[in-house]
């Protein structure tokens, strides 16, 4: 088992930057993919990004790519997700979750996830 516990969202003009972490604990991070997800009201939960276990493959939805950045530390078994120049359309409850193997985009391939985390962008 994996417990994950999102935290760092909150309220931000547009614009501007937020990170969020995604602290791990029960089984060994190292050994976990992780990634984002979102899900902003009255819409289905989508990929945001991916970061394989040693953290040298990435992956992006294209509606991200240049403004956010995934990176982890396995000493403190914590994932980031850096979001810089955000949007309006970028709030939503943001989730990280987990996987053994390599970095995958669908839900489905996930098998542990956090609470999740809000984010929400002021115009």
């Known amino acids: 088992q994996v417990q994950l516990v999102e935290s760092g969202g909150g309220l931000v003009q547009a614009g501007g930057s937020l990170r969020v972490s995604c602290a791990a604990s029960?089984?060994?991070?190292?050994?976990?993919?992780m990634g984002w997800f979102r899900q902003a009201p009255g819409k289905e939960r989508e990929f945001v990004a991916a970061?394989?276990?040693?953290?040298?493959?990435?992956y992006y939805v294209d509606s991200v790519k240049g403004r956010f950045t995934i990176s982890r530390d396995n000493t403190k078994s914590t994932v980031y997700l850096q979001m810089n120049s955000l949007k309006p359309e970028d709030t939503a409850v943001y989730y990280c979750?987990?996987?053994?193997?390599?970095?995958?985009?669908?839900?489905?391939?996930?098998?542990?996830w956090g609470q999740g985390t809000q984010v929400t962008v002021s115009s």
């Open positions: 979750a987990a996987r053994p193997g390599i970095p995958g985009t669908r839900l489905d391939e996930y098998d542990y």
């Open positions: 029960g089984r060994t991070f190292s050994y976990y993919t």
């Open positions: 970061i394989s276990w040693r953290g040298d493959i990435t």
